[in-house]
């Protein structure tokens, strides 16, 4: 059974909507701004990719802003019993701000994910089946990868799949603790890259069954998930995981990695985790193909930054362009083959692989296909 | 199929195993590393970090992953998945208190690194060297049952040959090694905290006991 993307809409620091996101990536140009929201904190960085234009009304977390606000189209559209999968490392964090800030525990309970979970259903009005994910920056990937099976297994005829999270106080301290965050806009694959920026997004996508052979939606062709089980926040240095991961992905497809178009890569800028991908990409394909991150350009979206980066990867499809790594000045030199700081123009690319790795040593990755050229 | 459920609470710890030899026992104290050690059978590096949920689990699943033949017959690919009404709720607390507490400058990444749903299974991944999917994944229907089905589909659905399924928070954890065949989930479905499915299963145990 093929599962396609039947419908999607992302929020980036780019703006609202994929042309937004597909334009700003092509454009070259970061949507990485100097903040001043942690100003006073004395944290490694004041970058961050925040999306523009929000109104968060008080009380309110920036996560259930954003996704109000890209979900008012859906509102009345859904068969009421459509499954639902929210994918987020934490739900809304700043309730656990808020809670120990002015000393009101109570409001601790309100950043649980499934609290959110409620809210997403109530605001659709959907009363099916409704899960919560949470696989660190795997999430959405691996929630794409639940929602295509349930449809393969028959279970549903169409899922609905939610991820979104936000740059918090919580999230920032903890990365800037662990020394992860770069002091200038992030530049995956590059030979000085020194670290991530982080962002915030929110993205959906409708999920469905679609055998027809004429359809131009991006299909879900295979997917695969590990874990390193070598560290907590460091990847495996030789690969394995997200080696096997790939090695899954294509054999559910029935497809060779030789096959693969480009890569939809994880790419946070961090040392080890884009030499990681590097030798994983290296190890699985013959050649090398045209890899890009998204992360110079939006940052690092976490949970959130596996969907965005598939949904990029179906225009890139579509169209036959790869868009460019976004910050890329001077590729690492195991990158050289592979990365670029122009679109590469394939003319066809109709099989990509999408990559995501998390804490915890989480791997997934989705190989996509069946997106006509237009 | 239910191969093993097995529990770790601050009294008392077990494994019951559908037709087999099931046991239990009252809990050593998880602050000594050499209890930790006798119960794991194997080095944990980073065990004086661990959070107290974090040990629980980690017995529970080395309990039922002893008492399942997956790794005998070829060390199959295991993954992890785990659930819970909170969440990291705790640790996330914890983490935020500490680094407010210090100042709003800098936190402890000892603690940030727990402030996610699948930090406990990363741990129990890295100690029982298990390499299949990790995730958390939270059920309206919240019975445990609803766990063991997820896990489940994870084999049916060929992304992993079999699944230890959490159920933890900071006072107990059950785990159930589940893998292929048919769903034989229907006497977990029960809503109960963790602490009280480690009562129903040493009971269980209990009263198959001989005489």
């Given at each position: 059974m093929n599962v396609v993307i039947a419908q999607s809409d992302v929020a980036t620091a780019y703006g609202w909507g994929l042309d937004a996101l597909w334009n700003g990536l092509l454009s070259n140009r970061t949507a990485i701004r100097s903040t001043d929201?942690?100003?006073?904190?004395?944290?490694?960085s004041n970058q961050a990719a925040i999306v523009p234009g929000l109104e968060v009304s008080p009380q309110e977390s920036r996560a259930l802003a954003m996704l109000k606000r890209l979900l008012f189209p859906l509102i009345g559209k859904l068969d009421p019993k459509t499954p639902l999968i929210l994918a987020t490392t934490v739900g809304e964090i700043e309730y656990v701000e808020w809670a120990i800030l002015n000393h009101r525990p109570d409001l601790a309970l309100q950043s649980r994910p499934q609290v959110l979970l409620g809210r997403i259903k109530h605001l659709l009005g959907l009363v099916g089946p409704a899960t919560v994910i949470s696989s660190a920056c795997a999430s959405s990937a691996i929630a794409l990868a639940r929602a295509a099976a349930a449809i393969r297994r028959g279970d549903a005829k169409k899922v609905l799949v939610v991820t979104c999270d936000s740059i918090s106080e919580f999230v920032y301290s903890g990365f800037s603790t662990l020394l992860s965050l770069c002091d200038e806009p992030a530049r995956p694959f590059d030979a000085e890259r020194s670290g991530l920026t982080l962002g915030e997004a929110a993205a959906w996508a409708l999920l469905e069954s679609n055998d027809s052979p004429d359809d131009r939606a991006m299909s879900i062709l295979g997917w695969g998930n590990t874990t390193d089980a070598v560290h907590m926040t460091a990847p495996d240095r030789n690969a394995r995981g997200l080696s096997r991961a790939i090695a899954k992905a294509c054999s559910m497809a029935g497809r060779?990695?030789?096959?693969?178009?480009f890569i939809a890569a994880h790419g946070t800028a961090t040392m080890y985790s884009d030499a990681m991908e590097l030798l994983a990409f290296s190890a699985a394909t013959a050649a090398p193909k045209p890899i890009f991150s998204v992360k110079g350009g939006?940052?690092?979206?976490?949970?959130?930054a596996g969907l965005v980066q598939i949904l990029i990867a179906g225009r890139a499809m579509s169209l036959g362009l790869v868009p460019p790594t976004v910050g890329?000045?001077?590729?690492?030199p195991a990158a050289a083959a592979w990365v670029h700081n122009t679109p590469v123009d394939l003319g066809r690319a109709p099989l990509a692989l999408s990559t995501s790795s998390g804490f915890g040593g989480v791997n997934t990755a989705v190989l996509l296909g069946g997106a006509e050229q237009s | 199929m239910i191969r093993a459920v097995s529990w770790f609470c601050a009294d008392h710890h077990g494994v019951f195993v559908p037709g087999g030899r099931s046991w239990q026992k009252p809990s050593p104290k998880l602050s000594v590393a050499a209890d930790i050690l006798a119960l794991v059978g194997r080095p944990v590096n980073y065990y004086p970090r661990m959070t107290t949920e974090a040990r629980h689990c980690l017995c529970a699943a080395s309990m039922a992953l002893a008492a399942t033949p997956w790794r005998a017959s070829g060390n199959p690919e295991i993954g992890l998945l785990c659930g819970g009404s909170d969440g990291c709720l705790a640790a996330n607390q914890e983490y935020f208190r500490d680094y407010v507490a210090s100042g709003r400058s800098l936190g402890r990444g000892n603690l940030f690194i727990y402030t996610l749903p699948t930090s406990v299974l990363g741990e129990v991944a890295i100690v029982l060297s298990l390499a299949g999917p990790c995730l958390f994944i939270h059920d309206e229907t919240r019975p445990l049952s609803a766990l063991a089905r997820h896990a489940r589909e994870f084999v049916v659905d060929g992304e992993a040959n079999a699944m230890l399924a959490l159920w933890s928070d900071t006072s107990a954890a059950v785990c159930l090694a589940v893998d292929g065949g048919?769903?034989?989930?229907?006497?977990?479905?029960k809503e109960l905290s963790p602490l009280q499915w480690a009562g129903e299963f040493q009971g269980l145990v209990q009263s198959r006991a001989p005489a």
């Open positions: 929201r942690f100003a006073q904190r004395g944290f490694l060779t990695a030789g096959e693969i178009s939006i940052g690092h979206t976490l949970a959130s890329l000045a001077v590729p690492d | 048919g769903d034989d989930s229907a006497w977990l479905s």
